[in-house]
Nanobody
């Protein structure tokens, strides 16, 4: 049974930083493509950052230079380091997994490509 558990969300002021974590279980972690997505009420879930099992990454334009996705295969854990946060980054952040598939880089941010999702962790940035 695949399970993804996010943590690390919270409330910060504009310009602050947070590090999100996602612990995965129930499948062979180092063979999966992983992604971070976010969603605000009334809006579609959007891709933030994605990484394949080779470590290739892709970022949404609105986070380039501020967010970094990484993973620790020994710990089955995905991370999202978020720096220079602004109020527009306020959202529920979700971790997603596509086990046993190396997604093409151009679709790493497509939510339709992912099969498993965590419950989300809330990030709130105040001005």
């Amino acid at each position: 049974q695949v399970k993804l558990v996010e943590s690390g969300g919270g409330s910060v002021q504009s310009g602050g930083s947070l590090r999100l974590s996602c612990v995965a279980s129930g499948y062979t972690y180092n063979s999966a493509s992983m992604g971070w997505f976010r969603q605000t009420p009334g809006k579609e879930r959007e891709g933030v950052a994605g990484i394949d099992s080779y470590g290739n990454t892709r970022y949404a334009d609105f986070v380039k230079g501020r967010f970094t996705i990484s993973q620790d295969n020994a710990k089955n854990t995905l991370y999202l380091q978020m720096n220079n946060l602004n109020p527009e980054d306020t959202a529920m952040y979700y971790c997603a997994s596509r086990p046993s598939v190396n997604l093409l880089q151009r679709v790493l941010l497509s939510k339709e490509q992912y099969h498993y999702w965590g419950q989300g962790t809330q990030v709130t940035v105040s001005s």
